[in-house]
């Protein structure tokens, strides 16, 4: 297995350290976990498919030792699952100079993410290029103090608006120019960092789709690969 492959699923659900614990399923080739932050404001599902590992229901409950363990490897690694009475114990990793050991956790201390049974009707869908990721991610570092992003309409276009707010502060707005549609709504406020760690993790995605709804849902999806990301953030603070 090539293991930047791998590094680049962890990658996509961690989210710079924001969520550690999932339990990864395995099965027919593909990759697939299902995961909150801890405050609940972002859930989310990372699918990686053509991947060559044993089935079983994986609980990697420290996602970051699992990179570090990762990192000392060489390029291409090995990875066997050892299981006591079906359950996935120990993830045996090894390249052409040394073997590691993670354990995985019982599946018992995991929180399980809820379903979305129902999404609401979008009120905006953006779809997006490279640009548009890049654009954000220098955005926010120029305005690293900018904790929220607004979402706003105007006329018959939409605008993202890092370090908004009704009062007078530092700001930059992107437009979303040419939306594939738009109806207009309230000025909705997301995590700011959130957003800017998930275009990290999928900088290298020549496309994306945004959708937003008035109902305080945000939706941004990639693919890129055998990789498909979808995550969900929750509306915060105040609106317009």
């Known amino acids: 297995m090539y293991k930047n492959t791998l590094e680049r699923y962890l990658q996509k659900y961690n989210l710079n350290g924001n969520v550690n614990s999932v339990v990864v399923n395995s099965k027919n080739k593909k990759l697939k976990c299902r995961f909150t932050t801890d405050d609940k404001s972002l ?53 052409s100079n040394i073997n590691a050991n993670f354990m995985l956790a019982d599946l018992s201390v995991f929180y399980s993410p809820p379903q979305l ?27 690293a103090e900018a904790d929220t992003f607004a979402v706003k309409t105007k006329n018959k276009y939409g605008e993202v608006i890092i370090g908004w707010s009704k009062a007078s502060t530092n700001n930059i707005t992107i437009p979303l120019k040419e939306p594939d549609f738009i109806n207009s709504f309230q ?24 959708h937003v709804s008035e109902q305080g849902l945000l939706k941004i999806h990639f693919e890129v690969d055998d990789f498909i990301s979808t995550y969900y953030l929750s509306a915060i603070g105040e609106n317009d």
Do not use: C
């Open 187 to 210: 000025t909705l406020q997301f995590n700011a960092n959130l957003l800017k760690d998930i275009m990290m993790s999928n900088r290298e995605s020549k496309t994306g789709t945004l």
């Open 43 to 95: 859930l989310g599902e990372v699918q990686l498919s053509k991947i060559d590992m044993e089935e079983g229901k994986l609980g990697i409950y420290d996602t970051n030792s699992l990179q570090r363990i990762l990192n000392v490897m060489n390029d291409n690694v090995n990875i066997k699952i050892d299981s006591i009475n079906s359950k996935a114990v120990r993830m045996k990793i090894k390249d």
């Open 117 to 143: 049974k129902k999404l609401p009707d979008w009120d905006l869908t953006y779809n997006f290029d490279n640009k548009f990721i890049q654009t954000y991610i220098k955005s926010k570092s120029a305005l």
